[in-house]
């Protein structure tokens, strides 16, 4: 059974950081590229940032360019998203998802499992 567990998210001031962390199980992890996505109150899910396979190459949203760094540690089988400068509309539930492919895929429907999400607000 695969299990994507999130942690680190929280309530933080504007400008601070937060560190995400996505534990996997179940799967061959090495064999996935990982993503995390967002989704706030009434919008759609959308892609934040992904990792390859290999942690050789990364993708951005164009709106936390800049701010947020995505690296996995494939020995422990866990991928981490260092968030700075955190912005009000950073605020949303944040998902870790696995994609049974070489490069992350920037769209929800290219991944295969998803974890549970972890709430981040950060406050004005």
């Known amino acids: 059974q695969v299990q994507l567990i999130e942690s680190g998210g929280g309530l933080v001031q504007a400008g601070g950081s937060l560190r995400l962390s996505c534990a996997a199980s179940?799967?061959?992890?090495?064999?996935?590229?990982m993503g995390w996505f967002r989704q706030a109150p009434g919008k759609e899910r959308e892609f934040v940032k992904g990792i390859s396979r290999s942690g050789g190459s990364t993708r951005s949203a164009d709106s936390v360019k800049g701010r947020f760094t995505f690296s996995r540690d494939n020995a422990k089988n866990t991928v981490y998203l260092q968030m700075n400068s955190l912005k009000p509309e950073d605020t949303a539930v944040y998902y870790c998802a696995a994609a049974k492919s070489v490069t992350a895929p920037t769209t929800a429907n290219g991944y295969d499992y998803w974890g549970q999400g972890t709430q981040v607000t950060v406050s004005s």
């Open positions: 179940g799967l061959t992890f090495s064999s996935y590229a």
